[in-house]
């Protein structure tokens, strides 16, 4: 079974760019969830989606925004890019999230904003 | 902030011996997770502990949970370089996923 897949792996852009980052579930996972990870605030929720439907985001601007297709694909999107905005974006996928059960994690995109 | 706090922030000990780190929390929980992130990659699950359970094992792993304080600890027993890693642990509050600090543990050869 393959894992979770986040594509790209890395990426540079520069400030007011916009970014979208992608992201595959494992095969009937009907969750995707985003998270931010940096050095100074750790790993941060920024959305979770589950049948296309957004149900639960987290305290970030509306720069950041998200969407999920019908197979489950999920995309997120940063627009007018900032500094601050580089970290690492994980993706992660799961059955029915808020059911004792694990999540999925997939390798990343790290995003360099300059 | 739901945020749990995790102690030792880093840790460094020799192959073969013990290690624990512990978490604390804030609100009541569902059930606390165990995660393991390699050198800034993905986070690998490791372990998932209900709330009405108090300790569970899974090969070198051990967790317990103590609710009434709302702490964790998780111990991995005679470990090895591979066992380098950030720890981290994560509190499930509907569907989404609220993760400590972290524990930086480093396992010298």
């Known amino acids: 079974k393959a894992g979770v897949t986040q594509t790209p792996r890395y990426l540079i852009k520069t400030r007011g760019q916009q970014v979208t980052l992608s992201c595959s579930p494992i095969?009937?996972?009907?969750?995707v969830s985003w998270y931010q990870q940096t050095p100074g605030q750790g790993l941060q929720f920024l959305f979770e989606y589950f049948s296309e439907t957004q149900r639960n985001k987290g305290n970030f601007p509306g720069r950041f925004s998200g969407r999920q297709f019908s197979n489950s694909r999920s995309e997120m999107n940063v627009s007018t890019l900032e500094l601050g905005d580089s970290a690492l974006y994980l993706c992660?996928?799961?059955?029915?999230?808020?059911?004792?059960?694990?999540?999925?994690f997939g390798q990343g995109t790290r995003l360099t904003v300059v | 902030s739901q945020q749990g706090e995790e102690d030792p922030q880093a840790l460094s000990i020799q192959e073969g011996e013990n290690a624990t780190m512990n978490c604390s929390y804030k609100t009541s929980i569902n059930n606390l997770q165990w995660y393991r992130q390699n050198s800034g990659r993905g986070l690998v699950h490791l372990i998932l502990?209900?709330?009405?359970?108090r300790e569970k094992h899974s090969g070198r792993l051990r967790v317990t949970l103590d609710t009434s304080k709302k702490s964790s600890s998780l111990l991995i027993t005679a470990s090895r370089a591979a066992d380098t890693a950030s720890y981290f642990c994560?509190?499930?509050?509907?569907?989404?996923?609220?993760f400590g600090a972290g524990t930086i543990l480093r396992v010298k050869s």
């Open positions: 994560a509190t499930e509050y509907g569907n989404k996923l609220v």
């Open positions: 992660a996928s799961s059955v029915i999230p808020g059911k004792n059960t694990e999540a999925f």
């Open positions: 095969s009937g996972h009907r969750s």
């Open positions: 502990i209900r709330s009405n359970e």
